[in-house]
């Protein structure tokens, strides 16, 4: 009986989505094949530019407010459940919270970007311009 109940926790552990912070760097961007999803608004993605191959996604708007069931569908469309992907903004601040409750309530494999854009352009990247 015990190794049955072992074995229903670690599978159901197992089955449990992540959340992984790292450090918005050039380096990361530059070596990962996983899909990179931008939250940020329009009118942000125009004034800084946008990780070169990266999804544009607005979770808040300009007001802040959000629209969960809207985001959900789209974010669906872009990753599968179990893919682990990547959320960045501006400074790393609403990542961290949208990865949170993406990984911590709807058992989706999300990395943060921590620093976001601003990071990585300080650090030297090169963002691509926003159409």
């Given at each position: ?14 089955t449990f989505a992540e ?13 990962t094949k996983m899909k ?96």
């Amino acid at each position: 009986m015990r190794k049955i109940f072992t074995l229903l926790f670690l599978f159901t552990y197992a089955t449990f989505a992540e959340v992984i912070n790292i450090e918005a760097t050039p380096e990361f961007i530059n070596s990962t094949k996983m899909k990179i999803i931008d939250i940020r608004t329009p009118h942000e993605w125009r004034e800084t530019g946008v990780v070169k191959g990266s999804y544009t996604l607005t979770f808040f708007d300009e007001r802040g407010n959000y629209d969960i069931e809207r985001f959900l569908k789209a974010l669906n469309k872009i990753v599968k459940k179990d893919e682990k992907f990547a959320l960045i903004c501006r400074t790393g601040s609403r990542t961290g919270m949208v990865s949170n409750f993406l990984g911590n309530k709807l058992n989706y494999h999300v990395v943060n970007l921590r620093g976001g854009i601003l990071n990585l352009i300080r650090n030297g990247y090169k963002t691509q311009e926003y159409k």
